[in-house]
């Protein structure tokens, strides 16, 4: 396909955030040995990860469970809350291949980010990741004041760049955010599956690679 326009989601789609909040918590596990014992870090690792959802549960949210879950943490919701958005993004590390694909996108259809998160968090992993200045033109519901797969924040962007939904991709991780939302709107989508399948009851992505990378091969 020749879209006009590429929409580009950020977590785990540009950015390791997987990586991320997996370091952030070999991090947070550290500073805090009595909520964590030793013995039991495998149990708590895991349940911290059900409790994160891959990122998607409502923030507030999750750090509310966490101090219910994790007592011996000596923290309030907020003041975890805070922690995780000043330390997660120093635990992104630039990913091989990412900047020279977005680069090689730039080059040939206009590009913007339409990502959930908050301004700070957002910005904060962008310029971690190497791509604070590649990538200038974002969408962020902290920003935008919508999440995604709310229609505004894909037609706020779609205005911006001045084309209709059928001339734009959207490519994302997350089958009902991202390719859902896309697709509501009249939008190709790509989906970035990260060896995961399809789940039944939605209608499937316009494309489908297993790590955005391979973007390069269906544009």
């Known amino acids: 396909m020749r879209p006009r326009a590429v929409f580009f989601d950020l977590d785990d789609t540009l950015i390791d955030r997987a990586g991320a909040f997996a370091r952030y918590l070999e991090d947070l596990l550290s500073r805090y040995p009595a909520a964590f014992p030793p013995e039991r870090r495998e149990e708590d690792v895991a349940t911290l990860h059900a409790l994160d959802a891959r990122g998607h549960t409502e923030r507030t949210l999750f750090f509310r469970q966490v101090t219910l879950a994790f007592p011996g943490l000596s923290l309030s919701a907020e003041a975890l ?15 091989p291949g990412i900047r020279s694909l977005v680069e090689w996108v730039k080059a040939r259809f206009t590009v913007v980010v339409v990502s959930n998160g908050s301004s700070r968090m957002q910005r904060a992993k962008l310029a971690r990741a190497g791509l604070e200045d590649v990538l200038p033109a974002l969408f962020l519901s902290g920003e935008v004041g919508a999440s995604k797969p709310d229609p505004r924040i894909f037609t706020a962007a779609l205005a911006h760049v001045g084309c209709a939904p059928a001339e734009a991709l959207h490519v994302g991780d997350d089958p009902v955010r991202d390719i859902a939302g896309a697709t509501h709107v009249g939008m190709a989508s790509c989906w970035v599956s990260g060896g995961r399948d399809w789940p039944n009851g939605l209608p499937p992505p316009t494309l489908t690679v297993d790590r955005v990378e391979e973007l390069l091969q269906v544009l």
């Open 81 to 95: 809350g805070e922690d995780f958005v000043h330390r997660l993004p120093t635990f992104v590390q630039p990913q």
